[in-house]
């Protein structure tokens, strides 16, 4: 009996539970934003017109019984309008009421029923500053939680002022186009004063003036429709201001989003031809914008610009001929003006293969000016250095025109590297008695190898002597063509070669073939290289075989490394190297005598200016005097004459620099110098000071043999290598 009432009374307990639940499955929202983040001003009030809403999507269709259930909006940043209390029509909830319970709370009531559909809750808000979010809390009804989201933000700023690309100027000129965005939509346009729809252009530099009243201004995103812009110098008395214009924008009501304007064609003009080198600034100011101060143009001496037409400096092989490109443009108008001579020099490396070349010898594929070819029209000269073709000049076409930025195009010309060079090759270029040069680097000189040299010492009067020993190692793979490897030892009656050396591949894979002495020239020594590497090769050349009469004077013999496996395009692609040979109890040493390009470096006392064949470069200390020495930083003084920073090292009482054929040790605070460790005395020391290491730059001239020129009237240092 007690089982069967237990049994009924939780039947009637379940059956009163489920009527207080809903019929269909509890179902869940996606809830989204129908527009991105608004920006507006602090106190800004939402309209039906204008207000973001909240998107909730039900997956499923729900209906209730009982009391309507109710979910909550909040608010983070803003604050609800009294508008809220209202019942909304079914295009947002069905039979739904909007309830405002605070000034951040809002009340949903929904009806019992409600199908699988979209609907929208107003977000019709006050902004209160920063920035305004909304948050659902679902309570206990099927719209999901959705946690803080930003719908809204506020900003003092209405509209904000930028510039394009800096211009260069010099009597006029151009400058940056201006661009005005708004931040906060229809800011610059819907006010109904005219006064507030005035932008106001002034011109800061007191030595320029507007040109003309008549910038073009072109209206984007929201504005691009809009018509009725007007420009005007302001009056002052009965003339008008042409340093200050004024810009008239017409109302618009209708803007939905954030527009724009881009202000360009604004172009200045010198008062005088008394300049000063600086900046051209511009003042955007009016109602709706915080005045800005913008740069525009760049105020410059004539002058022009050398830059690299590839995307990156080319690699140039060393004896054989290599492609470049580059162009010459103007920096600020009329800088070329026509008839000039323009010379464009190579700061490495030359535009012809052999020694007395002539212009016949430049080789060009096309010449433009501003992209049309005058390759026909242009005659060139050549400019010559120790009789290698190094530069070329030619004079401004006379068609040139003067109304834009011209630019001079060289495309494919071919260059050369000798043995012996290495690293960066700068095309410098100026206008005779105009500017300063211009250049740029067009390309890398990558070193074919690195010889090792063991010399042999011989005794007059005796026969078959063997010594001797030289190792070629390619810096990468493929730079020993296939062709002719050729030793050339100083040519010296009473020498002979009996028997060739021996001669291995001790690294890599590069394949040689016949090894022999020139039936011509006895002197010679020929390898032929059959294929090139696949890896890159070291050769070995030992055990020379040598017969010396006794009428062979005492003294040092030079070697010379050529061929066209080493140089295949270039008459001056040989690698001499003094000393292999030695005759006698001879004290001398084997010194690389490469064929590099004669340097001429200066220093100025107190200047942190250096110039390097005529090129401006900067330390990043002065030169200065002590005790009547030149002293400068020793990095610079070994780029001036043209030592790589890697063969300079550094260690805490020490630095070395590491030459072919030399090694030179400098210590700190004293006056000797260790030169392949033989100790000399120099004359002054060698001072570490403020973390750099300076050096008597005469002294360390004088030990690799670089004449030094002292100007004392301009305090100037001039060392010719």
Same mark, same amino acid.
């Given at each position: 009996?007690?089982?069967?009432?237990k049994?009924?009374?939780?039947?009637?307990?379940?059956?009163?539970?489920?009527?207080?639940?809903?019929?269909?499955?509890?179902?869940?929202?996606?809830?989204?934003?129908?527009?991105?983040?608004?920006?507006?001003?602090?106190?800004?009030?939402?309209s039906?017109?204008?207000?973001?809403?909240?998107?909730?999507q039900l997956?499923d269709p729900? =209906?209730y019984k009982?009391?309507p259930?109710?979910f909550?909006v909040?608010?983070?940043?803003?604050k609800?309008?009294?508008s809220?209390?209202i019942?909304?029509?079914p295009?947002?909830?069905?039979a739904?009421?909007?309830k405002?319970i605070?000034d951040?709370k809002?009340?949903v009531?929904?009806g019992?029923?409600?199908?699988?559909?979209? *609907?929208y809750?107003?977000?019709l808000?006050?902004?209160t500053?920063?920035?305004?979010?909304?948050?659902?809390?679902?309570?206990?009804?099927?719209?999901?939680?959705?946690?803080?989201t930003?719908?809204?933000?506020?900003?003092?700023?209405?509209?904000v002022v930028?510039?394009?690309d800096?211009?260069?100027?010099?009597?006029?000129?151009? =400058?940056?186009n201006?661009?005005?965005d708004?931040?906060i939509?229809?800011?610059l346009?819907?006010s109904a004063?005219?006064?507030?729809?005035?932008i106001?252009?002034?011109? #800061?530099?007191?030595? *320029?003036?507007?040109?003309?009243?008549?910038p073009v201004?072109?209206?984007g995103?929201?504005?691009?429709d809009?018509l009725?812009?007007?420009?005007n110098?302001?009056?002052?008395g009965n003339?008008?201001d042409?340093?200050?214009?004024r810009?008239?924008?017409p109302q618009r009501?209708d803007?939905?989003?954030?527009?724009s304007?881009?202000?360009?064609?604004?172009?200045?003009?010198?008062?005088s031809?008394?300049?000063?080198?600086?900046?051209?600034?511009i003042?955007?100011?009016?109602?709706?914008?915080?005045?800005t101060?913008?740069?525009?143009?760049e105020?410059?001496? *004539?002058?022009?610009?050398?830059?690299?037409r590839?995307t990156?400096?080319?690699?140039?092989?060393?004896g054989?001929?290599?492609?470049?490109s580059?162009?010459i443009?103007?920096?600020?108008?009329?800088?070329?003006?026509?008839?000039k =001579?323009?010379?464009?020099?190579l700061?490495?490396g030359?535009?012809?293969?052999?020694?007395?070349a002539?212009?016949?010898?430049l080789?060009?594929?096309?010449?433009?000016l501003n992209?049309q070819d005058?390759?026909?029209?242009?005659?060139?000269?050549?400019?010559?250095?120790?009789?290698?073709?190094i530069g070329f000049?030619?004079?401004?076409?006379?068609g040139?025109?003067?109304t834009?930025?011209?630019?001079?195009?060289?495309?494919?010309?071919?260059?050369?590297?000798?043995?012996?060079?290495?690293?960066e090759?700068?095309?410098?270029?100026n206008?005779?008695?105009?500017?300063?040069?211009?250049s740029a680097?067009?390309?890398?000189?990558?070193?074919?190898s690195?010889?090792?040299?063991?010399p042999?010492?011989l005794k007059?009067g005796?026969?078959d002597?063997?010594?001797?020993r030289i190792i070629?190692?390619?810096?990468?793979?493929?730079?020993?063509?296939?062709?002719?490897?050729?030793?050339e030892?100083?040519?010296e009656?009473g020498?002979?070669?009996?028997?060739?050396?021996?001669v291995t591949?001790?690294?890599g894979?590069?394949?040689l073939g016949?090894?022999?002495?020139?039936?011509v020239?006895?002197?010679?020594?020929k390898i032929?290289?059959?294929?090139t590497?696949?890896n890159?090769s070291?050769i070995?050349?030992k055990?020379?075989?040598?017969?010396a009469?006794?009428?062979?004077?005492?003294?040092?013999?030079?070697?010379?490394?050529?061929?066209?496996?080493?140089?295949p395009?270039?008459a001056?692609?040989?690698l001499?190297?003094n000393?292999?040979?030695?005759?006698?109890?001879v004290?001398?040493?084997v010194?690389?005598?490469?064929?590099?390009?004669?340097i001429?470096?200066q220093?100025?006392i107190?200047?942190? &200016?250096?110039?390097?064949?005529?090129e401006?470069?900067?330390m990043d &200390?002065?030169a200065y005097?002590e005790?009547?020495r030149?002293m400068?930083?020793?990095?610079?003084?070994?780029?001036?004459i043209?030592?790589?920073s890697?063969?300079?090292?550094?260690?805490?009482?020490?630095v070395?620099l590491?030459?072919p054929?030399?090694?030179i040790?400098?210590y700190?605070?004293e006056?000797?110098?260790?030169?392949n460790d033989?100790e #000399?005395l120099?004359?002054g020391?060698v001072i570490?000071k403020?973390?750099?290491?300076y050096v008597?730059v005469?002294?360390?001239?004088?030990l690799?043999g670089?004449k030094?020129?002292?100007?004392?009237?301009?305090?100037?240092?001039?060392?010719?290598?």
């Amino acid at each position: 009996m007690m089982n069967w009432y237990k049994g009924i009374v939780l039947r009637l307990l379940l059956l009163s539970v489920l009527l207080f639940i809903p019929n269909d499955v509890m179902a869940q929202s996606d809830n989204t934003l129908t527009k991105n983040t608004i920006i507006e001003e602090k106190g800004y009030r939402f309209s039906m017109e204008d207000a973001n809403q909240l998107k909730i999507q039900l997956n499923d269709p729900v =209906t209730y019984k009982g009391d309507p259930l109710f979910f909550y909006v909040n608010l983070e940043g803003a604050k609800w309008l009294e508008s809220m209390n209202i019942s909304v029509p079914p295009s947002y909830f069905t039979a739904a009421t909007f309830k405002k319970i605070s000034d951040t709370k809002l009340e949903v009531r929904i009806g019992n029923s409600i199908g699988r559909s979209t *609907y929208y809750i107003p977000l019709l808000t006050e902004l209160t500053g920063g920035e305004a979010k909304v948050s659902i809390d679902g309570g206990a009804t099927e719209i999901s939680n959705m946690p803080l989201t930003v719908f809204a933000v506020t900003s003092d700023q209405k509209a904000v002022v930028s510039a394009g690309d800096m211009t260069a100027v010099r009597e006029e000129g151009t =400058t940056a186009n201006i661009r005005i965005d708004e931040i906060i939509k229809g800011s610059l346009t819907e006010s109904a004063r005219a006064e507030n729809r005035i932008i106001t252009l002034t011109l #800061l530099n007191p030595n *320029y003036e507007f040109e003309n009243d008549k910038p073009v201004v072109t209206p984007g995103r929201a504005y691009y429709d809009m018509l009725g812009i007007s420009t005007n110098y302001v009056s002052v008395g009965n003339k008008s201001d042409k340093s200050v214009i004024r810009i008239q924008l017409p109302q618009r009501s209708d803007i939905k989003t954030q527009g724009s304007l881009n202000i360009s064609q604004i172009k200045v003009k010198a008062k005088s031809k008394q300049l000063q080198l600086g900046k051209v600034q511009i003042q955007v100011s009016g109602p709706e914008i915080q005045d800005t101060i913008i740069t525009v143009a760049e105020i410059l001496d *004539y002058s022009i610009n050398v830059s690299n037409r590839l995307t990156a400096p080319s690699q140039i092989r060393v004896g054989s001929k290599n492609n470049i490109s580059f162009s010459i443009k103007e920096q600020v108008l009329d800088s070329m003006i026509p008839g000039k =001579t323009v010379e464009v020099v190579l700061s490495k490396g030359y535009f012809s293969p052999r020694a007395n070349a002539s212009i016949t010898d430049l080789k060009v594929e096309s010449i433009k000016l501003n992209n049309q070819d005058i390759t026909s029209q242009v005659p060139v000269n050549a400019i010559q250095k120790e009789g290698f073709l190094i530069g070329f000049s030619f004079d401004v076409p006379k068609g040139i025109d003067t109304t834009k930025l011209n630019e001079i195009q060289f495309n494919n010309v071919l260059v050369y590297a000798p043995n012996g060079t290495e690293g960066e090759v700068k095309i410098r270029a100026n206008i005779a008695g105009i500017m300063d040069a211009a250049s740029a680097s067009v390309a890398v000189i990558k070193p074919l190898s690195a010889v090792n040299i063991e010399p042999i010492r011989l005794k007059a009067g005796v026969k078959d002597q063997v010594g001797g020993r030289i190792i070629i190692t390619e810096t990468d793979k493929d730079m020993i063509q296939a062709g002719i490897i050729e030793l050339e030892i100083e040519k010296e009656s009473g020498i002979s070669f009996p028997k060739e050396p021996i001669v291995t591949v001790i690294t890599g894979d590069i394949k040689l073939g016949d090894v022999r002495y020139d039936g011509v020239n006895p002197n010679v020594l020929k390898i032929d290289v059959l294929r090139t590497s696949r890896n890159a090769s070291s050769i070995e050349i030992k055990n020379f075989v040598v017969t010396a009469d006794g009428t062979v004077p005492d003294g040092g013999y030079k070697l010379t490394i050529k061929g066209s496996a080493i140089a295949p395009d270039i008459a001056s692609g040989a690698l001499e190297y003094n000393n292999f040979m030695i005759i006698g109890a001879v004290q001398i040493d084997v010194v690389p005598t490469a064929p590099v390009q004669k340097i001429i470096s200066q220093f100025i006392i107190g200047s942190e &200016a250096y110039d390097v064949n005529g090129e401006k470069r900067n330390m990043d &200390a002065k030169a200065y005097l002590e005790g009547g020495r030149t002293m400068v930083p020793l990095r610079y003084v070994a780029d001036a004459i043209g030592i790589t920073s890697r063969d300079i090292k550094f260690a805490s009482s020490t630095v070395t620099l590491l030459i072919p054929g030399q090694t030179i040790v400098l210590y700190d605070g004293e006056s000797i110098a260790k030169v392949n460790d033989k100790e #000399l005395l120099i004359n002054g020391k060698v001072i570490v000071k403020e973390g750099r290491t300076y050096v008597p730059v005469a002294e360390v001239a004088r030990l690799l043999g670089i004449k030094v020129t002292w100007i004392p009237e301009t305090k100037t240092a001039i060392f010719e290598k």
